[in-house]
């Protein structure tokens, strides 16, 4: 049995090692800060609560770029040889990238049409649960969502991923990447959760392909933004306005 006290750390895997850790410690911080009640109920309790829905949502966003995207990102280029560039920050086969934006932003639409009209999605979607949508507030949450997931994406389709499949190969870095992106969607039921599978297989190979997270950001967004206003169209109490 091999002494606890003999391990050596591999130089080869310090990368790698670190980006888990900080992408693990940067997501569980962001999960508690945004799910807290406590939280939640000072802003309902400082703000009416149309206002105290859109600071809260927005809230949430950006402690989600923080904790996930911005600070895991600081430390793995400071302890790591990566830029920005091999992490995905760059647009790659621009051809390549606008034919997957297409084609699966045109299947994202249509799906969600559907989807969005389900029972269980309307009392989750969109966070903000706001009566009335006014032009103003559809941009605030368009943006938070974009800030969102563009560190979202830069977390798992770049820094988890791009660092794994060096480290490991393509295979590895896959099942490493849909482990933690199916777990951290079990909160929001079983049809997402599933659906984490063949949506993140498709965006681990397309940005391995293409070298890009820009795929996985738009279409991602496309995905957040239409499930939300096709769900404020269908939710009988809500409103365009």
């Not at 049995?1 to 310090?14: A, H, L, T």
Request: overall charge positive; glycine content about 6%.
């Amino acid at each position: 049995m091999p002494n606890f006290y003999d391990w050596k750390p591999e130089p080869e895997y310090s990368d790698v090692f670190i980006t888990i850790i900080s992408v693990s410690i940067g997501f569980a911080t962001y999960w508690f800060l945004a799910m807290s009640e406590k939280i939640k109920a000072q802003f309902f309790k400082k703000y009416d609560p149309e206002k105290a829905w859109v600071r809260f949502v927005v809230f949430q966003k950006l402690i989600g770029a923080l904790f996930m995207g911005v600070i895991p990102g600081i430390i793995v280029l400071s302890v790591s040889n990566y830029t920005l560039a091999d992490l995905g920050w760059k647009l790659g086969n621009y051809s390549e990238s606008l034919l997957y934006i297409l084609v699966m932003g045109s299947i994202i639409f249509i799906l969600n049409f559907k989807v969005s009209k389900n029972p269980f999605n309307l009392n989750m979607y969109p966070q903000m649960r706001l009566p009335e949508w006014t032009k103003k507030r559809i941009i605030i949450n368009s943006l938070a969502w974009a800030t969102y997931l563009f560190y979202y994406e830069f977390m798992y389709r770049g820094l988890l991923l791009i660092v794994c499949y060096h480290s490991f190969g393509f295979w590895p870095a896959v099942a490493i990447n849909l482990s933690f992106y199916s777990a951290t969607h079990i909160a929001k039921g079983l049809t997402e959760t599933i659906g984490t599978f063949p949506y993140g297989l498709l965006l681990c190979f397309v940005t391995i392909s293409t070298g890009s997270i820009a795929v996985a950001f738009v279409t991602h967004l496309i995905l957040a933004l239409t499930n939300d206003y096709f769900s404020v169209h269908h939710n009988p109490e809500m409103k365009f306005s």
